[in-house]
């Protein structure tokens, strides 16, 4: 009795869950969302990428060649010189009296030399005589032409043109060969220095343009273009180094200073673009709503080039389309919406 009982129970049970499987309450409909919305547009792009980078510039710290005390100093901290310039002038007291001695004695080694050339044209003095006034004659030539090089040596001169920076001396200081007295900077022919990911070292080139941002000058835009490209990878970070001359520093870029860079990759190109607030960031990529129908669809895309305010889609749309700009936190795949233009 009891068995046929709980068989009974069981098959109550079961026509009970089969009722309800077959009778469920139809789903709540989803309600509609107010979202904004854009067309897809056609626009010109370049292909480009941003990087960060420094200013550089060609710098050498002046130093003498030869120890002595500082006679004069003829520029002032921060002051533009000219390649040639005097900047630093030794003591050379004692190599000018040298050098005056060693050009008379050169000046009388070359007049005795003359002398016993023409004697021995004339078969008076011997060939050896006259070997020997020209060897002292060459050698103090020698002595006179180092003593030259030497006393100018004690002039330290600009070797570019640029901007000296603050002087490390004084007047009466002794200085020793090597020492650092001051620092000159070219400061007209700047360079940027950056890196760029190794996947573009096909589309980098020699001659391409880039555009320099700094914080110091706010919307300003400088120009440069790529001179060098590394031959090697940086296999640390996987980068290529890139060096960018800009052009005339009228307004002051200092070497050291931290930029933004926007490397032109390749001319410009017809691309369908969207608001880059439409997109929806997912696991294997990215998505937009599309209005379809009066309701929001999920669509993959693919994406290109972006800028500050759009993107560049590259598959997964047509112009035309209209996606949701606003309000897809709210939104599920075949939502209904009202759509406002954003």
Do not use: C
């Not at 002595?143 to 007047?171: H, I, W």
């Not at 410009?268 to 209005?291: D, F, I, M």
């Not at 949701?324 to 795949?333: E, F, P």
């Amino acid at each position: 009795m009891k068995r046929k009982l709980l068989l009974a129970g069981i098959v109550l049970i079961g026509l009970v869950l089969l009722w309800r499987y077959f009778h469920k309450a139809p789903a709540p409909a989803m309600p509609t969302v107010v979202v904004q919305v854009a067309p897809v547009q056609t626009k010109l792009l370049q292909s480009s990428i941003k990087a960060i980078g420094t200013i550089n510039a060609a710098s050498v710290e002046i130093t003498p060649e030869t120890a002595g005390h500082i006679a004069s100093i003829a520029f002032n901290d921060g002051a533009v010189v000219k390649q040639g310039d005097t900047l630093i002038q030794l003591d050379d007291a004692i190599l000018k009296a040298k050098l005056a001695s060693m050009t008379a004695q050169y000046q009388f080694s070359l007049q005795s030399y003359s002398r016993l050339k023409k004697l021995a044209s004339k078969g008076i003095v011997a060939q050896q005589a006259l070997d020997e006034a020209s060897a002292d004659m060459k050698e103090k030539k020698a002595a006179l032409d180092e003593a030259s090089v030497t006393d100018a040596k004690m002039k330290l001169v600009a070797p570019f043109d640029g901007m000296v920076g603050q002087r490390k001396v004084n007047v009466g200081d002794y200085v020793n060969p090597g020492q650092g007295v001051v620092t000159l900077t070219d400061t007209e022919h700047l360079r940027v220095e950056y890196n760029l990911p190794e996947k573009y070292l096909s589309t980098v080139q020699i001659g391409q343009t880039v555009e320099i941002t700094t914080a110091a000058y706010s919307g300003k835009t400088f120009t440069g273009t790529i001179t060098y490209i590394s031959p090697t990878i940086n296999p640390e970070n996987r980068t290529i180094a890139v060096y960018a001359a800009l052009a005339e520093n009228h307004d002051r870029l200092a070497s050291g200073l931290f930029v933004g860079v926007t490397q032109t990759l390749s001319e410009a190109k017809e691309a369908l673009v969207v608001p880059a607030r439409s997109l929806v960031p997912v696991l294997n990529g990215n998505q937009v709503y599309k209005v379809v129908n009066g309701k929001a669809v999920s669509v993959d895309v693919q994406i290109g080039t972006r800028t500050e305010n759009t993107v560049e889609i590259t598959h997964g749309l047509k112009a035309g389309d209209q996606v949701v700009t606003d309000g897809q936190i709210k939104l599920r795949n075949g939502q209904p919406i009202t759509t406002q233009l954003g």
